[in-house]
């Protein structure tokens, strides 16, 4: 018997790759459902080569949900995920909402997929931030070799991780350069056409974002607590992936070599690494696929066991969609979870 899935958010970008990604993966559902809020109930989204209508979240009955994939936003989910959790689904949330909760498990399975049997405490699984996402998966077999303690990272973040709005907004200052028109800025605080903004999600007292701020602290939840991390969040003018620049500091030694030997057998990775012109990933190449690719492997020699590397990966699939329905094949293929009997 297969399990019935709810979507939340499905008319958004993660929404609607979070269906691509379960028809591709012939995930083993019986119905899926596709829910948002009341002003987008009737639209049409497609899931394989079938098209569904979307209902209100406010009217839906979730007794009989066995999997819920939440993409609706943090405010939603406060509200929705514990009252889905308590009609028997569990929720796999790609909001930062629950990220931090001790009773919440947040997952990588590529990295911590035995945490996961934690989700019975709220039936809430949190899926990190789309920048953490691509790097913990990069760092833990390095971390399992070597025994990292410090990482510097700086990333160079897509507009899709603002949503569709960012994009649009991308695609018309873009636009508006060529045809001399006026640039208007609406989704983010300075142009993106052309430009960069070292600016993704509100300042924090420490000055600091509060992206790099869930960079340092997911990390430390995921990966292991006494990692120190130092981020600065950069959005670029590209639609799809997020690209990063990588240093990071062992406690013991590890060359080139070993980093790219144990890479290229790690789960979810691919390392693409030629010495040459164009002998890497950029994210133009990792749109539309799962994998975590990882570049320009290095030795810095600046510390006595450090190395460098460049990791991109499609933020709205590794960053988001792909990772929940990775999770939702965890609880499914340790049997954590059962499908519920549905009514003839």
């Not at 002998?279 to 990882?294: F, H, K, L, N, R």
């Amino acid at each position: 018997m297969g399990y019935k899935v709810a979507v939340v958010g499905a008319t958004g970008n993660v929404g609607r790759e979070m269906l691509n990604i379960l028809d591709e993966r012939k995930f083993p559902a019986d119905e899926v459902v596709v829910l948002a809020s009341r002003r987008s109930v009737g639209i049409e989204v497609s899931y394989g080569d079938r098209t569904l209508k979307v209902k209100a979240l406010e009217h839906y009955d979730f007794s009989d949900i066995d999997i819920c994939l939440m993409s609706a936003g943090g405010s939603v989910s406060k509200e929705w995920s514990p009252k889905i959790g308590a009609a028997g689904a569990v929720v796999i949330d790609n909001s930062s909402a629950w990220r931090m909760d001790p009773d919440v498990p947040l997952i990588v399975p590529e990295v911590n997929a035995d945490a996961t049997a934690g989700f019975t405490k709220k039936n809430i699984i949190a899926n990190p931030n789309c920048s953490t996402a691509q790097l913990v998966v990069a760092l833990k077999p390095l971390h399992d070799k070597a025994t990292i303690t410090r990482v510097v990272v700086s990333t160079y973040q897509s507009v899709s991780g603002a949503g569709k709005d960012a994009m649009d907004e991308l695609f018309s200052q873009t636009k508006a350069v060529y045809t001399n028109d006026e640039l208007v800025n609406k989704k983010f605080p300075k142009r993106i056409a052309f430009n960069v903004i070292p600016q993704i999600d509100v300042f924090m007292e420490d000055g600091y974002t509060k992206e790099e701020w869930k960079m340092m602290a997911e990390t430390k939840k995921i990966l292991d607590p006494k990692i120190k991390l130092a981020a600065t969040c950069v959005r670029v003018p590209v639609f799809v992936g997020h690209s990063e620049a990588v240093n990071v500091e062992f406690a013991n030694p590890i060359t080139p070599d070993e980093a790219r030997d144990i890479l290229r057998r790690a789960p979810g990775c691919l390392v693409i690494d030629k010495h040459e012109p164009g002998g890497y990933v950029t994210p133009y190449e990792a749109a539309g696929e799962d994998a975590t690719y990882i570049s320009r492997i290095r030795e810095d020699a600046t510390v006595e066991n450090g190395l460098s590397f460049w990791c991109v990966s499609d933020n709205l699939r590794k960053g988001a969609a792909l990772n929940a329905v990775q999770i939702a094949e965890v609880l499914i293929n340790r049997k954590l979870i059962t499908a519920k009997q549905k009514a003839a």
